[in-house]
């Protein structure tokens, strides 16, 4: 298996009110896109067509916290101006998802409201613009325990099962998985930001290759742990 990852050039700056499933149907009109493709766009130009955009009294620490501490529903844990909380969605992260990375100044960006929603409403238009109707991921830039650096997941998912269950399957030496399930669409995110990047302005890419497990999917459902099986909360 070989996967090809192609940006999805052409979408421009995002506002409040933009039509970005359409957007993002026009611009993937000249790639030919296919049902086993994989659409991963970053949640930052979700966030800021559906509104997820604040007004921040100034550009100042205090304004930032305040709406850090707003947006979380629980604070796990406080480093100076870091703050790792629970979001309303389940997730645990930075600053509650607060981010003023590639927001203008003044402002800043709040996750989706809805994150699998808005991945299904993207997979509608593009299959009523184009006939076909690739998987999406929406995707953010998370941090990891015991390990440096920042990875992409996904936080939204629609047209696949973001989890691939091997348990009760064979190894290479015979030996039967017990525990083993993968996050297929926290990989696909991942390899898709190599292409997309922090500062390019590409806010797509377009995964061909991977077949995704069938199903729904839903990151809140199938991807967050539930706090009885959460070891570090």
């Not at 069938?214 to 199938?222: E, H, I, K, R």
Request: one cysteine or more; glycine letters at 10%; proline letters at 8%.
């Amino acid at each position: 298996m070989s996967l090809l990852i192609e940006p999805v050039e052409g979408i421009g700056e995002v506002a409040p009110g933009d039509d970005l499933a359409s957007m993002l149907a026009e611009a993937l009109r000249p790639m030919a896109p296919a049902d086993t493709d994989v659409l991963v766009v970053t949640h930052k130009v979700v966030s800021k067509a559906e509104g997820a955009v604040v007004e921040l009294a100034d550009d100042g620490p205090d304004a930032h916290r305040a709406l850090v501490e707003e947006q979380a529903v629980r604070v796990l844990r406080r480093r100076g101006n870091l703050v790792i909380a629970e979001t309303r969605h389940g997730f645990v992260c930075a600053n509650a998802g607060v981010d003023r990375s590639n927001a203008r100044p003044g402002t800043a960006v709040l996750l989706p409201e809805d994150p699998d929603r808005s991945a299904r409403r993207i997979r509608d238009r593009i299959g009523a613009v184009l006939g076909v109707r690739p998987a999406v991921i929406i995707s953010d830039t998370f941090g990891r325990p015991w390990r440096r650096g920042l990875v992409d997941v996904a936080i939204g998912v629609a047209g696949m099962h973001p989890i691939q269950d091997l348990r009760g399957t064979p190894d290479s030496y015979g030996r039967i998985l017990d525990v083993t399930e993968v996050n297929v669409a926290d990989e696909i995110a991942a390899a898709a930001d190599l292409v997309m990047g922090k500062a390019s302005g590409l806010c797509a890419a377009l995964v061909r290759g991977f077949v995704p497990p069938p199903g729904p999917g839903s990151v809140a459902q199938d991807v967050v742990r539930p706090p009885e099986e959460d070891l570090f909360r």
